[in-house]
């Protein structure tokens, strides 16, 4: 069975090429996402440690998690700034 691709060759291979692309970003993008849950993974093992070590102030706990995840946040979006230039 002959089927004709109604592309043709140079639209296939930009095609090709931008599809490409697109699975980069999201490769990049779904890296970040895990390098992001590692680093929480690693923030709320910091913070269970903390809690069950020394008696520490809830406040004074919730203030550490949130400025380091704000650190983490901050650093994965500068990366994608870096790249983006």
């Known amino acids: 069975m002959n089927m004709i691709n109604k592309k043709t060759n140079e639209s296939f291979l930009g095609d090709l090429f931008m599809s ?3 699975v980069n970003d999201n490769i990049k993008n ?3 996402t ?4 590692i680093a929480y993974s690693q923030i709320n093992k910091i913070n269970k440690k ?3 070590e020394i ?3 809830n406040t004074l706990l919730s203030m550490i998690d949130i400025n380091m995840k704000n650190a983490i946040n ?3 979006n500068n990366y994608k700034l ?3 230039q």
């Open 20 to 22: 490409k692309f697109a």
């Open 55 to 57: 008696e520490v102030d």
């Open 74 to 76: 901050k650093i994965i």
């Open 34 to 37: 895990i390098v992001r849950n």
């Open 30 to 32: 779904n890296n970040m």
């Open 82 to 84: 870096k790249l983006q």
């Open 50 to 52: 903390i809690k069950e």
